[in-house]
């Protein structure tokens, strides 16, 4: 039998009238690096966070590591590790503290909390400045600093809603590195973001989200073989060799940017010289 980390079914979320994840399904098995892409605006942060336990879904139903989120909201949350939209640091702590703080949040003992909390910051790139307030830290920083505090406490699950923006690019290859090793050990990890070229090179499945509806969904190579078998039957768009190993960022495009084109972009906002 698959056993699948995360299973949501029929996922919703409504703000007011507007729907802004519509009844989604999705299943991510155990060990798999799955991305999940979307226009801005596509309902991918909504996702995560209800998938997380950071916000109610109007309906629908979640299981993370086969325990339902809703009925079990505290045994799940200490299994998942997070970084979510906005990442919610405390500025008036040094990093050190503030991994001391999640860390003994996660019931891990003070000696081990103290081992990982050295270690991370020293991974990181963090440990230089030992003094440095959070507040203080620049954007980069700080989502590093997120994404330590996410993975203390060794979390079989770990969910990064844009987990490369604003890190420079020594850190994103050691952050590369890290989520790897946590794949080769048995972890699962879903991950968000619009640089395309990284989901390509890490992510073993894809789903995109379009206007709060799941659109495509599958190992790379079965969403490359679709847009393949789409191209040729249509011959719609001229611009991609068919018969060419099509890149993630062709596939995503002809998935969800087939409505206006950059050649009908190059006609608008003809005064910007
Ligand atoms: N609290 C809220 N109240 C009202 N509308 C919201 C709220 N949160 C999200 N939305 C709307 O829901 C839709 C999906 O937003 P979401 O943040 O999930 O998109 P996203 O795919 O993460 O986008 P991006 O790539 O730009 O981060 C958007 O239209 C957004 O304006």
Redesign the pocket.
């Known amino acids: 039998m698959t056993s699948f980390a995360i299973e949501a079914k029929s996922l919703s979320r409504r703000?007011?009238a507007?729907t802004?994840?519509d009844s989604i399904d999705l299943a991510v098995e155990t060990g798999q690096f799955f991305g999940f892409l979307?226009?801005?605006?596509?309902?991918?942060?909504?996702?995560i966070k209800m998938l997380t336990g950071l916000l109610a879904p109007t309906s629908g139903s979640i299981r993370i590591l086969g325990q339902d989120l809703i009925s079990n909201p505290v045994e799940v949350k200490r299994s998942i590790g997070v970084v979510p939209?906005g990442m919610a640091l405390f500025g008036k702590l040094t990093a050190s503290e503030y991994l001391h703080f999640v860390g003994r949040m996660y019931g891990l003992d003070k000696r081990t909390t103290a081992q990982r909390t050295e270690e991370l910051l020293e991974f990181m790139s963090l440990a230089d400045q030992p003094k440095k307030l959070i507040a203080d830290y620049s954007h980069g920083m700080g989502k590093k600093l997120a994404l330590a505090a996410a993975v203390i406490h060794g979390p079989k699950v770990l969910f990064l809603?844009?987990p490369f923006e604003g890190v420079d690019a020594i850190a994103a290859g050691t952050l590369k590195s890290m989520l790897q090793g946590m794949i080769a050990r048995g972890a699962t990890i879903f991950l968000?973001s619009?640089v395309l070229e990284i989901v390509e090179r890490l992510c073993t499945h894809i789903a995109i989200?379009d206007r709060?509806h799941i659109v495509a969904n599958g190992s790379l190579d079965e969403l490359r073989a679709g847009v393949r078998t789409r191209l040729r039957s249509e011959a719609e768009d001229q611009t991609i060799d068919p018969s060419a190993r099509l890149t993630l960022e062709e596939i995503f495009l002809s998935i969800v940017g087939t409505e206006r084109g950059p050649t009908e972009h190059e006609q608008e906002l003809a005064w910007l010289s």
Do not use: L, Q, R, Y
């Open positions: 703000f007011n507007f802004a994840v979307g226009p801005n605006g596509a309902g991918k942060s909504t996702t939209e809603d844009e968000t619009h989200i709060g």
